[in-house]
């Protein structure tokens, strides 16, 4: 018997009682607090001034490019262009071979005797002309979320905390254990078709135009998803034993005929995130023709209001089509026989003042390409080989940073782009990059100097009246604090990398730095 789920459904919620936490308690984690911050406040630092440096690099990684990228054909690959930044926008992506959902097959039956076909027996999921293949199996499932609360004492410094457990229905891709839920009576989750997720299949070969062949990096950012269910050229799908039939009406991953505002903006903002951070948000934005399977109903296409243990697939595909690619043509392995060059990416590299010859430039371009993940991150650590060693901060931002935002200009894009197209996207990609890390480092910053001033917050609070206006002078002084700490950062980081630009900040750090003395001066004056 299936339990109704209605998406309107007010979400049950369930109190786990409360918890003590008794002044002396608060404050030996307040000490544990102040012993921690000075990692704090060196993480804090290793964000901003690498970040500094990542984007003066871009900076200066973009302005090059955009002075020496060649604009090329796709129809043949001239050696001349090798080792130099291209533009190219007249080519077709195309998936060599056939990609196969290995989890599905056609759920219905055909006649005997077809090509491909055998009686009473299905066939594979398969695409052609498609670049990639997904599958997305979801369960209407009882998700749980915990809600905390804590309260002070009037008198004494105590601490009350109250945990508050709701729970609400949704369609979700991860399997939620409801053994494990703090209530987990009348919210039983049962996955009886089999296991839910994602699967994604990409072409092996994926050639662009006649004169080149994409490498693996730019096949990944492939991510412009369509439906797939007309191309598939079925109405049921099998799933194992179990029969899924497609829905009459099309909605996106999260049940709803259209994607909110807010879920618009959100894939506008990863849009322009890093290739190696883009992931695919057409499961918010694209409707799509789900298939449906219920236990007990055949026939099921997702009509009417959908129950506990309900699941569905949505099948997409990134087909063949017209795509922009900015990168560094290189010689491929197959450049001899098939006259197919491939990419690689086009990154700083140290040219000399004098003596500095086009074939020196194509091979320090080349050489810094071939690097791996590896052999980067050695070359930017800040300390070489002791980085790890002498500031494990250094080195996990640095580690983070090379692997996820690092300096480079290697793109596809979808469809047709023009030159200025693609720079003015990688100038806005460095900055939301550049601005997110810098208000990570902020929110370090101050966590780190709250932690280290805890101890002071946790003894003011034995009484309420002074906790409460000791606190909120000390927070203030703790965001100016913050503020100034972040712009001399970014200051030193900009005179290291980029001294033009650090002449603003300096005078915005020297009207921080002199602010108070003014307002105590007028103070003093009143």
Known sequence: ????????????????????????????????????????????????????????????????????????????????????????????????????????????????????????????????????????????????????????????????????????????????????????????????????????????????????????????????????????????????????????????????????????AVASYMAFLPGRMQTDTTGLT?????????????????????????????????????????????ESGESNKSGRDTFLPYRVIERKCCGWTEEMEKAGLHTEAKKDDEELQEQDALCGGGCMLCCCCCHMVNMCLSSFARPEIFNVFHGIKSIDDCFTYLKRSNAMVTWGARIIGWILMGSSIAMFLSPLTTFLDIIPIVGWLGNMAISVISAFVTLVLTVLIITLAYLAYHPYAAIPLAFLLAALISLPFFINAKIHQA
């Open 286 to 330: 694209l409707p799509t023709s789900h298939f449906y399977w219920r236990e007990n109903s055949q026939n099921y296409k997702g009509d009417g209001n959908p129950c506990v243990g309900d699941y569905r697939v949505a099948f997409r595909c990134v087909p063949d089509g017209p795509a922009t690619v900015l990168a560094l043509q290189v």
């Open 1 to 264: 018997m299936h339990s109704k789920a209605l998406h309107s459904q007010t979400p049950d919620v369930a109190s786990d009682g409360s918890s003590y936490t008794s002044w002396f308690t608060r404050l030996q984690q307040s000490i544990g607090n102040f012993i921690a911050s000075p990692f704090m406040m060196a993480l804090a630092i290793s964000v901003m001034w690498l970040n500094e440096r990542r984007n003066a690099r871009c900076e200066t990684l973009m302005s090059k490019g955009r002075s020496d990228v060649i604009s090329v054909e796709s129809d043949k690959a001239k050696p001349s262009n090798r080792d130099s930044l291209v533009y190219v926008s007249d080519g077709q992506l195309h998936g060599v071979g056939t990609l196969t959902d290995s989890r599905f097959t056609n759920g219905e039956e055909k006649p005997g005797g077809m090509v491909g076909w055998l009686p009473g027996s299905s066939a594979a999921i398969e695409l052609t002309c498609a670049v990639k293949l997904k599958s997305v199996v979801q369960v209407y499932q009882w998700v749980e979320t915990k809600q905390e609360e804590k309260k002070k004492d009037n008198f004494g410094g105590g601490e009350t905390k109250k945990v508050t457990y709701s729970y609400g229905t949704t369609w979700s891709e991860s399997m939620h254990d409801s053994k494990s839920f703090n209530q987990p009576a009348g919210h039983e989750n049962h996955f009886t078709a089999g296991q839910a997720g994602t699967v994604e299949t990409c072409a092996d070969r994926v050639e662009y135009g006649t004169g080149f062949v994409l490498p693996k990096e730019l096949v990944d950012e492939c991510n412009d998803f369509v439906d797939a269910s007309e191309l598939m050229g079925c109405d049921k799908v099998a799933f194992g034993k179990h029969v899924f039939s497609k829905a009459t009406s099309k909605e996106t991953d999260q049940g709803k005929g259209h994607p909110s505002k807010v879920e618009e």
